[in-house]
């Protein structure tokens, strides 16, 4: 679900993994992993990671890479189409986890993401921890360019989701400001929105 792209991490750049969560390795669901780029990050560092998303095309390909980097027995890449609202909890990956990512979790298609962050809030595991990175500013580079468009907060997200806050913690919502290349080599500042969920007890 995210657009194309290197499949170099993008959290390895941008948020590394193992100074946000603090969590030793685990199970990890990627969310819309678009190239893989996250997914490999963390299996190369122990995580048996699920990596979803709406393309097959995106989910065969990082099969490949998956084998051809040895990780075939830690990463596991699923089809999933979380728009399909009508059936979310058969469509949303079975299981516990220790991690969900939800980086840049953007779609073309009507996906309700406040229902899936919800949805992925409650497949933690006690003590797991949800990490959602979204937009927070336009770049040059971007398709659209609409001047009024509004980047939800990491407050507005974490409020959407109507979590129980006797159960699930907000422990980072952040809006930090990063130096992005785009695809023609320019350089520009632009906005990250971080927000990160610890589930407390069930």
């Known amino acids: 679900m995210r657009a194309s792209g ?8 941008r948020c590394p993994l193992s100074r946000v969560t603090g969590l030793p390795p685990g199970d990890a669901l990627d969310l819309g992993c678009g190239n893989g780029g996250d997914a490999l990050w963390l299996a190369r560092r122990g995580w048996h990671v699920t990596a979803v998303d709406i393309s097959a095309v995106a989910v065969e390909r990082l099969a490949g890479l998956a084998r051809s980097h040895g990780l075939g027995d830690r990463l596991t890449s699923v089809q999933h189409d979380l728009a ?3 059936d979310l909890h058969g469509s949303f990956p079975q299981g516990e986890f220790d991690l969900i990512c939800a980086h840049y979790l953007h779609t073309p298609f009507d996906l309700d993401r406040a229902t899936v962050l919800r949805r992925a ?10 990490l959602v990175v979204d937009h927070g500013s336009t770049a040059p580079w971007s398709w659209n360019q609409d001047p009024d468009v509004h980047y939800p907060t990491p407050v507005e997200v974490a409020a959407g989701t109507d979590l129980d806050p006797a159960t699930w ?20 500042e632009v906005t990250d929105h971080v927000l990160l969920i610890r589930r407390g007890r069930r």
């Not at 809030?121 to 949800?130: D, E, F, P, S, T």
């Open 169 to 188: 913690t907000v422990e980072r919502a952040e809006s930090p400001r990063r130096i992005a290349t785009g695809p023609d080599g320019r350089t520009a």
């Open 6 to 13: 290197s499949s170099n991490s993008k959290v390895a750049r």
């Open 84 to 86: 399909v609202q009508h």
């Open 121 to 130: 809030a409650h497949a933690l595991r006690v003590g797991g921890q949800l």
